[in-house]
């Protein structure tokens, strides 16, 4: 684990007062401790757990599921969505609605789905992808990839089934503020703090 990831988290911690969950790179127990001691509440892992998945428990009996989030990065194939690791860059053979129920099954307190098909198009999420894995699993689901307006994430909020909603590039580029956002879903009936 960087020290400057150690570095980065303890200044975010430190600065925000909202749940922060960290990833990226984490290989092991010792990398989530890190972390968790940094200041994050929740660690996410995805290429580890793919290649090791009994850090998934040995992790969430350590630490406590709520704390652990198991990144899935998934690709549409003629088969259905396959898993990816080290960033998107590597299919894995494993389908991604068979490998969400074992993580499920090892104890992660999380899903964050990203569609790869879909990240960065700016078009919505994959509805599909996403209501398959939500109804495969009892554990919350955070979409990931294609957000491009509010009423994207109330169709992946309310048709797709997911718990949370993940978007970055409507934010990054001003088009949308969080309370835009925010007040968008809670007109249209989705519970927020606003």
Not at 152 to 165: E, F, K, Q, S, W
Not at 176 to 184: A, F, G, I, S
Request: glycine share 10%.
């Amino acid at each position: 684990m960087r020290k400057t990831l150690i570095d980065a988290v303890e200044r975010t911690a430190d600065t925000i007062f909202i749940p922060l969950t960290v990833g990226g790179g984490v290989r092991s127990l010792e990398d989530i401790s890190r972390l968790l001691l940094s200041g994050a509440d929740k660690v996410s892992v995805n290429t580890a757990a793919v290649e090791d998945p009994s850090l998934i428990r040995r992790s969430s009996e350590r630490f406590g599921s709520q704390c652990i989030v198991v990144a899935i990065d998934a690709k549409r194939t003629d088969r259905g969505w396959e898993v990816y690791v080290y960033g998107g860059r590597k299919p894995t053979g494993i389908n991604a609605l068979e490998w969400a129920g074992e993580v499920e099954d090892l104890g992660a307190g999380e899903i964050l789905l990203t569609s790869m098909d879909f990240d960065g198009t700016l078009l919505g999420y994959d509805l599909e992808l996403t209501k398959r894995v939500c109804s495969s699993v009892n554990i919350p689901v955070i979409a990931s990839g294609g957000a491009g307006k509010p009423e994207h994430m109330l169709d992946v909020l309310t048709r797709g089934g997911a718990d949370a909603a993940l978007a970055a590039s409507i934010f990054h580029y001003g088009e949308y503020t969080v309370q835009n956002v925010k007040e968008y879903l809670s007109k249209n009936r989705v519970p927020v703090r606003l």
